[in-house]
C-alpha cells in the first residue's frame, strides 16, 4: 500500500504534491485529538471516510438530482486520477457528512485529526459562498458580481489551498452526471464552469480537469457545434489515432539520425479547443491546422532552434505559420516555438518545440515545479532540509497565489478570448481597481485599497506594526514609504524598537497614506500625544496648588471627586485646557474663617433697585445683595440667598449645587429671597451662561455670534476651547449674555441649536 502510494505522489501534478505536503499549521501533529496514523501513511484514510460518510449520506440527493454518496465516489474518483493524497480524497465525504453534523468539528477531530476538520471547516465554506453566487451569470450585466464572487473565492484559497481541488472535482462530478444521465438544466453550472472553474484549473496546471470541465461545458452550452465537430473527429478517430503514432515515431528517429536528442509526444485536440480556433480564424473544421499536433521536448534552448530548423527541412512550412514564444513570451510566461508543416501526404500537423522547462511551465504554469521538487526531497528528511522545506512550501504558495490574481485580473479586464461578445471592459476593471491584494512575507493575502502605500499595508496588518513603521521591502527590494503597491507584491516591513509615526505622513501632497483608516490611525496618535501634554500641564497646575495650600496629603482621586469628575485624569484634562479656575480648587481647600460677632458678620446698606437687581430679602431690609456667579441667577428661577461674612447676601438658584454644599454646612445662614417688582421704564439685565457644543469647524463661532444677534441678545464674554479627534474634533463655547428674563431665553436657544454642527446649547 505504501508503495502504491509513493508511486502514484511521483505521478500526481506538481500542485497536488504541494497541497498534500503538510502545512505550517499542521506539520508537526494534528493535536491531542489527531487519529493515531499518520497521515503521511493513512493509506485507509478513504476507506474510513466512506464508512462513516455513508450511513449519513444514504438516500439523500443533490438539488441536481444527483446521490449526494455516488458524487462523493466520483469527485474521489477524480482526485485519485490526479493523483491527490488520501487525505483529500476522504475530505471528500467529509465535506457532505458534515452537512448532517450539527457540530462537525467536535465531531470530526476527534476521528480524522484538527488539519483534516480544518480543511472540511475551509472547503464547506468555499461551498456556501459559491452557492450563495450560483445564480450569476457571466453576462455584461452581472460581470461586477463575478468579479467580486472570485475575488472573495481567492481569499478562501489563500487559507487552504486544497480546497479548490476539491470545488473543482465536485463541479467535473456534477457535469458527469449531467451527460451521463441526460438531463436537462445544467446550462447555469456549465457557463460557470467555462467562466470559473475552468480558467482557474488552467491557472493551476490542472489540465485533465481544465479539458474535461471546458468540452463539458460546451456540450451543455452549444450542443449543436459540440456534436458537429464530434461527429467529424469521429469519423476520422481511428486514422488519426494510427497517423498520430506513425508521425511520431517518424519524427523522433528522423532527429535521433542527426543527433538531436529530444522527445516526440502526440497531443490530442480538445472539442473546444478545436471550436475556439474555428471560430478565431473565422475557418471550417477542415482548416484546423492542429488537430494533429506533435510536441518535441529538448533538454535546453538551442536544441529548440537546432529541431524547428530540421524540421522546415524535412516537412514543408507552412507560411505565416510560426509562432516564436521565446523569443517574445506570452503574459503569463508560456515560451515555445510553434510551427505547422505540410506532411508527407498534404496534410497540416502543428509542431511545438520546447525546453523541458518550458514543457513544465507550460503545464503546470503556476506549480513551481522546481520548488515542489526540492519541497518533496527536502519534505523527507528531519535534518536542516526541514527549514528549506517549509520556504520552498510557503514561496510556492506565493506563486500560485500570485498567479490567482492574474487570472482575476484577466477576468476583470476581460481579456478572455471566451468572452462574451459585446461586453463592456470597464465595469468589471472599474470593480478590480478600487482594491489590491499583497502578502506578507508569511504569503498571507491582506487587501487593500488601490494605490496603498507600505505604510497602509503595515496598519492592514497591525496598529503597533504601522506605528513602528521605519521602512519596507517590496519583493525583496527597499522601496521608500510612499511607493504604491500593486496586486501580487510581497511586502516586509522593517521597524523601530520604539516610537512612533511622523506628522508628515498626513500630509497628502507626500503621498505616504491612502487609506483613510490608516490616515485616523496616524491621527489617533498624535490625538493621543496631545491629550497626555495636557493632562501633564493640568496635574502641573493642580500639584503646584496643593503644595501652596499645605494639602498635599490630600489624594488627587479624591480632590477630583470633591470638584465633580470622574477621574483625577478628567479634572488635570480639564485644567489643562483652562476650562476650570484654579481658584475653584483653592476655594475648597481653604477653610471657612471663624465667624465673627455682632454686627460686623453681616455689612448693612440702603438698597438701591439698580444695585439689588430687583430681589427683595424676606423679613431682613436694608442688606446688600448681589447675584452668584456660580449659577447666574435671572427671573423667573426659584432662588434663595445665602448671608455671606462681609459681603451682604448671595443669591443663588434654588438648584445651585453650590447651594446645597454651603447649606449643608451652615443651614442658619440660608434665607428666603424673592424677586422684587420689575421697572417697566428701566428693566434690569441679568448676567447668564449658555454653554454650546459642536462639531468643530470654519466660522462656527461667527454663526453662533450672529443668531445672538439678531436675537437681540447681548453678548458680555466668550470663552471656548476645541478638542481634536478621529472624527475631526468638537468645540466647547462659554457665552455669557444678558437677559431680563431667563424664560426668553428658551428661543433664543433653540435658534442656535439650528446651526450646521451644534449638537447641544443649553443654560448651564
Known amino acids: 500500500m505504501k508503495t502504491h502510494a509513493a508511486s502514484r505522489a511521483e505521478a500526481a501534478a506538481p500542485i497536488v504534491r504541494l497541497l498534500d505536503a503538510p502545512d505550517e499549521a499542521g506539520a508537526a501533529s494534528d493535536g491531542p485529538g489527531a487519529s493515531a496514523i499518520p497521515r503521511e501513511i493513512d493509506a485507509d484514510a478513504v476507506a474510513r471516510a466512506r464508512a462513516f460518510a455513508a ?205 538531436l536528442a529530444a522527445q516526440v509526444q502526440g497531443r490530442p485536440k480538445h472539442l473546444y479547443s478545436i471550436w475556439k480556433k474555428m471560430k478565431r480564424k473565422g475557418v471550417g473544421f477542415e482548416g484546423v491546422m492542429d488537430v494533429l499536433a506533435l510536441r518535441v521536448v529538448v533538454p535546453e534552448v538551442a536544441g529548440c532552434y537546432a529541431v524547428l530548423g530540421r524540421v522546415h527541412e524535412r516537412y514543408r512550412a507552412i507560411a505565416g505559420e510560426l509562432d516564436d514564444y521565446i523569443a517574445r513570451p506570452k503574459p503569463n510566461g508560456y515560451r515555445s516555438l510553434h510551427t505547422v508543416v505540410q506532411g508527407d501526404d498534404g496534410r497540416a500537423i502543428e509542431i511545438q518545440i520546447r525546453t523541458l522547462e518550458m514543457h513544465e511551465h507550460a503545464e503546470y504554469g503556476v506549480s513551481a515545479h522546481w ?127 520604539t516610537g512612533g509615526p511622523s506628522l508628515d505622513w498626513l500630509n497628502p501632497e507626500l503621498g505616504f497614506l491612502q487609506s483613510a483608516r490608516s490616515k485616523a490611525k496616524v491621527r489617533a496618535w498624535f490625538n493621543a500625544l496631545a491629550a497626555d501634554a495636557t493632562i501633564a500641564r493640568g496635574r502641573e497646575a493642580v500639584e503646584k496648588v496643593l503644595q501652596r495650600e499645605g494639602k498635599t496629603a490630600l489624594r488627587l482621586e479624591d480632590l477630583a471627586a470633591q470638584l465633580g469628575f470622574r477621574s483625577a485624569e478628567a479634572l488635570f484634562e480639564v485644567v489643562g485646557k483652562d476650562e476650570l479656575s484654579l481658584r475653584s480648587i483653592e476655594a475648597l481647600l481653604r477653610p471657612a474663617p471663624e465667624p465673627r460677632s455682632g454686627d460686623d458678620e453681616i455689612a448693612l446698606k440702603r438698597p438701591k433697585a439698580a444695585a439689588t437687581g430687583g430681589v427683595l430679602v424676606v423679613g431682613v431690609e436694608s442688606l446688600l445683595t448681589s447675584l452668584a456667579r456660580c449659577c447666574r441667577p435671572a427671573p423667573p428661577d426659584a432662588i434663595a440667598g445665602y448671608v455671606t461674612r462681609g459681603k451682604g447676601v448671595a443669591v443663588h438658584r434654588a438648584t445651585c449645587s453650590n447651594l446645597r454644599e454651603l447649606a449643608a454646612r451652615s443651614p442658619e445662614r440660608v434665607i428666603p429671597v424673592a424677586w422684587g417688582a420689575a421697572d417697566a421704564s428701566r428693566p434690569a439685565l441679568y448676567p447668564v451662561d449658555v454653554h454650546v457644543e459642536a462639531s468643530d469647524r470654519q466660522g462656527l463661532l461667527r454663526d453662533v455670534s450672529e443668531v445672538f444677534a439678531k436675537e437681540k441678545t447681548n453678548v458680555i464674554g466668550v470663552k471656548s476651547s476645541s478638542v481634536r479627534d478621529v472624527a475631526g474634533g468638537s468645540a466647547f463655547m462659554t457665552f455669557t449674555v444678558e437677559v431680563t428674563d431667563a424664560a426668553r431665553l428658551a428661543a433664543t436657544l433653540a435658534q442656535v441649536r439650528r446651526v450646521a454642527g451644534v449638537r447641544a446649547a443649553r443654560r448651564r
Open 55 to 259: 450511513p449519513l449520506l444514504a438516500g439523500r440527493t443533490l438539488p441536481t438530482g444527483e446521490g449526494v454518496l455516488d458524487h462523493a465516489d466520483g469527485a474521489a474518483a477524480i482526485l485519485d486520477e490526479i493523483g491527490a493524497a488520501p487525505e483529500l480524497r476522504a475530505a471528500v465525504y467529509l465535506v457532505h457528512a458534515a452537512d448532517q453534523l450539527g457540530k462537525p468539528d467536535e465531531v470530526l477531530a476527534p476521528l480524522f485529526g484538527t488539519s483534516q476538520a480544518r480543511l472540511v471547516a475551509h472547503a464547506r465554506k468555499l461551498g456556501d459562498l459559491q452557492r450563495a453566487a450560483q445564480g450569476a451569470r457571466v453576462d455584461a450585466a452581472n460581470k461586477a458580481m463575478q468579479i467580486e464572487r472570485v475575488r472573495k473565492m481567492l481569499l478562501a484559497f489563500s487559507r487552504d489551498l486544497r480546497v479548490v481541488l476539491l470545488r473543482l472535482a465536485s463541479r467535473l462530478q456534477t457535469l458527469r452526471f449531467f451527460a451521463a444521465s441526460r438531463r436537462s438544466g445544467a446550462e447555469a453550472l456549465a457557463g460557470e464552469a467555462m467562466q470559473v472553474f475552468a480558467p482557474l484549473a488552467n491557472r493551476l496546471g490542472i489540465w485533465q480537469i481544465k479539458w474535461e470541465l471546458e468540452d463539458l461545458a460546451f456540450r451543455f452550452l452549444d450542443p449543436q457545434s459540440y456534436h458537429t465537430i464530434a461527429r467529424s473527429l469521429d469519423e476520422r478517430r481511428a486514422d488519426r489515432e494510427l497517423r498520430v503514432a506513425r508521425l511520431r515515431d517518424e519524427l523522433e528517429a528522423d532527429l535521433a539520425a542527426h543527433g
Open 371 to 497: 520548488a515542489y521538487k526540492e519541497a518533496g526531497t527536502a519534505g523527507k528528511s528531519r535534518g536542516p532540509a526541514a527549514g528549506r522545506f517549509e520556504a520552498d512550501v510557503a514561496e510556492a504558495r506565493l506563486v500560485v497565489l500570485r498567479q490567482l490574481l492574474a487570472w482575476q485580473r484577466d477576468l476583470a479586464a476581460n481579456d478572455d478570448e471566451d468572452a462574451a461578445e459585446g461586453a463592456p471592459a470597464e465595469p468589471g476593471k472599474a470593480v478590480f481597481d478600487d482594491r489590491i491584494y499583497v502578502f506578507t512575507p508569511q504569503a498571507a493575502v491582506v487587501e487593500l485599497t488601490a494605490g496603498a502605500t507600505p505604510i497602509d499595508f503595515a496598519y492592514a496588518v497591525h496598529t503597533d506594526l504601522g506605528n513602528r513603521c521605519r521602512g519596507a521591502k517590496v519583493d525583496g527590494a527597499m522601496v521608500p514609504l510612499n511607493t504604491p503597491l500593486q496586486s501580487g507584491q510581497s511586502v516586509d516591513i522593517t521597524v523601530a524598537k
